[in-house]
């Protein structure tokens, strides 16, 4: 079985910094792309940041030059650093993975997010 397990959401001000953890534990073939999402109260889930397995990132509009996502693939990791945060930036933050567990077949897996809220 295979679990993501976020970490490092809270509260800050705005201006302030955060960094999200998610790591992947269970029965682990390969990792594909790692990536958060974000959901504002109200609003649907929307693309943060992408990495792929060799490390090419992808980042929404709203976040580039402000948000840094990274990952360990020796820790099963992927993280969020979160730089002058707004906000807008406020919402649930969840982690997702393309794992290949048994077998030739990949799937996605989603934690149960994390939630982020910044204060004006």
């Known amino acids: 079985q295979v679990q993501l397990v976020e970490s490092g959401g809270g509260l800050v001000q705005a201006g302030g910094s955060l960094r999200l953890s998610c790591a992947a534990s269970?029965?682990?073939?390969?990792?594909?792309?790692m990536g958060w999402y974000r959901q504002a109260p109200g609003k649907q889930r929307e693309l943060a940041a992408t990495?792929?397995?060799?490390?090419?990132?992808n980042y929404a509009d709203s976040v580039k030059g402000r948000f840094t996502i990274s990952r360990d693939n020796a820790k099963n990791t992927v993280y969020l650093q979160m730089d002058s945060l707004k906000p807008e930036d406020t919402g649930d933050y969840y982690c997702?993975?393309?794992?290949?567990?048994?077998?030739?077949?990949?799937?996605?897996?989603w934690g149960q997010g994390t939630q982020v809220t910044v204060s004006s």
């Open positions: 269970g029965t682990i073939l390969t990792i594909n792309a």
């Open positions: 990495i792929n397995s060799g490390g090419t990132t």
């Open positions: 997702n993975a393309r794992i290949r567990a048994r077998g030739p077949i990949e799937r996605e897996y």
